[in-house]
């Protein structure tokens, strides 16, 4: 496996230090998810340094580390045990400081002793599992879905269709998963944890649990406390009996867990996956000269943690590190096939090298990676608003089926699709979501030729009755026209405590607004293509 280098590394040069825990996840001033990290010295002295939240999947307790880079020939601390569980939600909530001091040690560090661990009997014996570790185990294997899973709607921005046809999942990946994931192992993984109504709630639950706790703590300001960092939970559902193997410590009947290799006994909910991803091309032959392009590489593939970058742009370098494996083994096992749609052409002629091409400062040494999350909504570019403040997608909770609608309608519209998020005003109950969320909206601009209408969409995440507006822009009519009419109609639609106000949609004399309505009947798809033909009309 290759080796990952962390930077920054406060460490003297040659000294080891033992990753020895977790503290909670955090958001920095840039709105970037970060994680802390504990390490021991041979003195015993703690020292907690944080590394993009992304780095999660390459880290294990116990691991030496010297000069920033994990020793993967020294053995890791520890025996093998193997658990019986009957249920999961047969297990008990607590946090490190209950742990014996004898076993761990977090030298009444509140941040490292407050993590939460799930723990359950078994054969005599108390096993003690960090929150961290499971949820690791569970469903990160690699930056991508650390990073999703700490979006309220992450999941959804990684499939853009699901359906079963008779016993057959139809499951189409989002571009946003890296070419290199898109195996069949991870669309295994992957569509579990989309469908299993058990598996989803508790993944769901990671991140909601994480949000309710900053509402709680400030009502008016959740992003100030998840910038203090809150300690992982997550719910545990009736699912089981499973089996365990794990590396562990032992004192007297207490086992502090320190890396699940391996759980076996979930169900798979079906027995055979279709599964497609943009990567995914059918290969034919041509005839015509093979083109092979030499350039001077690192005789290691080692990488430096550039823990300094900005986002990551999409689809660069994605996931070129290999994580540790924990393996997932379900009582059944879905046979997985790829649909193939493209062409990639095969030249079959002869070989000839070119010069031109990749190279330069990072060849023939050690490169430099991010595990930085990508931009967000890298695929779907946002419009060119010059007023309007628009934030983040990650922001925008109750809009999650909204977005899994826009995912379908890029593959079907024949032009181009933009989307910015914003939020409606302040100073109404209507603003504020039930869970102390400040309400988003979504735009959405749709060109086709010479044709652009917009599509307003506010977020319903308490299933608040009004309709989607479809805007139909009357000739000449300038963006910052329509930039000034959609700021009207938002304001209109707070004042009227959450229902658009006529009066408001009769003074925007530049547009055709039409409204459609939401029925609970229509599916994700249906619903995409009532859109388009409000779109293509």
Known sequence: MAALTLRSWPFPENQEVELFWFGSPFMDYKGNWRIRVAFRKATGDLKVVSYPWGTVPYLRLGQIYTNGVYDQIKPLSGTVYKITLSSLDQSLMSNGFKLPK???????????????????????????????????????????????????????????????????????????????????????????????????????????????????????????????????????????????????????????????????????????????HPSKKRRESISGDKQVRITPRSENDDYILNDQSENARENARQDVLETPPTFMRFSNYPRVTTRRENVRNSHTGNDVIVTSGRGGKNSGGMEEVSTQDTMVGGDTPPIDFQTLETIPITEAIGLESFFEMI??????????????????????????????????????????????????????????????????????????????????????????????????????????????????????RDWAYRIIGKLSG
């Open 102 to 276: 004898r076993l761990i040690d977090f030298r009444k560090n509140p941040e490292l002793g407050l993590q939460k661990i799930i723990q359950f009997q078994s054969d005599g014996l108390t096993y003690c599992i960090p929150v961290f570790e499971f949820i690791r185990a569970m469903f990160i294997n690699s930056r991508y879905l650390a990073y999703y899973l700490m979006q309220p709607h992450g999941l959804e921005m990684l499939v853009d269709y699901n359906e079963m046809r008779g016993k057959t999942l139809h499951f189409d990946l989002s571009f946003r998963v890296p070419a290199k994931l898109a195996t069949d192992s991870n669309a295994r993984h992957l569509s579990w944890i989309y469908i299993d109504p058990d598996i989803r709630s508790m993944w769901n639950s990671v991140y909601h649990l994480m949000f309710s706790q900053a509402i709680k703590d400030s009502p008016q300001n959740p992003n100030a406390r998840m910038k203090k960092g809150i300690p992982l939970s997550v719910e545990l559902p009736a699912v089981g009996p499973l089996e365990f193997h794990v590396r562990g410590e032992q004192f007297i009947d207490y086992v502090l867990v320190k890396e699940i290799l391996g759980i076996g006994g979930f169900k798979h909910p079906v027995e055979e996956i279709v599964f497609w």
């Open 407 to 524: 995912q379908i309608l890029k593959h079907i519209f024949p032009g181009q699709i933009r989307m910015s998020v914003l939020r409606i005003p302040s100073g109404k109950r209507f603003s504020v979501c039930p869970n102390g969320s400040r309400r988003a909206c979504a735009i959405v601009q749709a060109d086709h030729g010479i044709v652009t209408k917009f599509v307003i969409e506010v977020a319903r995440p308490d299933d608040w009755s009004i309709s989607t507006l479809i805007l139909h822009p009357i000739q000449q009519t300038s963006i910052k026209t329509i930039e000034r009419d959609i700021k009207l109609l938002l304001e209109g639609l707070v004042q009227k405590g959450g229902h658009w106000d006529q009066n408001v949609l009769n003074q925007c004399n530049g547009l055709n607004i039409e409204k459609v309505k939401h029925y609970q009947s229509d599916s994700i």
